[in-house]
T-cell receptor, first 114, second 112 residues
């Protein structure tokens, strides 16, 4: 399978704990995006990378959230001191720069904060 | 700011019925417009897109036409199948932007 993959698919954590999600984009894609989707809503943009550079961050991305893409391949999204409001599906997408229309999405990581 | 307003669901149709899911947008300039579909337990898949006014996107029997004058991109299919049951999202990509703006999604259930 050469699509976007995300790990884990599901994560249950207690409030106050830190969690980290991983996204592996399509191998030749140099752009990687993170979105958050809450129940009954469409995905909302969080941040994106071109290669290893984080080029844009939404104001939704509070100080407790940090994303990295150290070698321009996979990316991690860490949430520190989780809150119940962080419960959502976290989606990753990738694309080629110059073909920004074509974003391919992964299956998502569903986070539940108890 | 840029936004998408999508017809609320859920929508339940009988097999072979005609489908319309309304989508209107607010944006400056000429954004690109998309329909994504999300099947249960799966990620979003691009269904179709249109990048300029009067373009028609089509795929798997679904169609949508980019209407600048009414700022709309309604999704249609002439004869739905049970396998079309999914959540459908309208989205826009601003001309000078890199992030998608999604609607809230419309859940479609097709019954035999």
């Amino acid at each position: 399978d050469t699509g976007v993959s995300q790990d884990p698919r599901h994560k249950i954590t207690k409030r106050g704990q830190n969690v980290t999600f991983r996204c592996d984009p399509i191998s030749e894609h140099n752009r990687l995006y993170w979105y958050r989707q809450t129940l009954g809503q469409g995905p909302e943009f969080l941040t994106y990378f071109q290669n290893e550079a984080q080029l844009e961050k939404s104001r939704l991305l509070s100080d407790r959230f940090s994303a990295e893409r150290p070698k321009g391949s996979f990316s991690t999204l860490e949430i520190q001191r989780t809150e119940q409001g962080d419960s959502a599906m976290y989606l990753c997408a990738s694309s080629l720069a110059g073909t920004k229309n074509e974003q391919y999405f992964g299956p998502g990581t569903r986070l539940t904060v108890t | 700011g840029d936004s998408v307003t999508q017809m609320e669901g859920p929508v339940t149709l009988s097999e072979e019925a005609f489908l319309t899911i309304n989508c209107t947008y607010t944006a400056t300039g000429y954004p690109s417009l998309f329909w994504y579909v999300q099947y249960p337990g799966e990620g979003l898949q691009l269904l179709l897109k249109a990048t300029k006014a009067d373009d028609k996107g089509s795929n798997k029997g679904f169609e949508a036409t980019y209407r600048k004058e009414t700022t709309s991109f309604h999704l249609e299919k002439g004869s739905v199948q049970v396998s079309d049951s999914a959540v459908y999202f309208c989205a826009l990509l601003p001309l000078a932007g890199n992030q998608f703006y999604f609607g809230t999604g419309t859940s479609l259930t097709v019954i035999p």
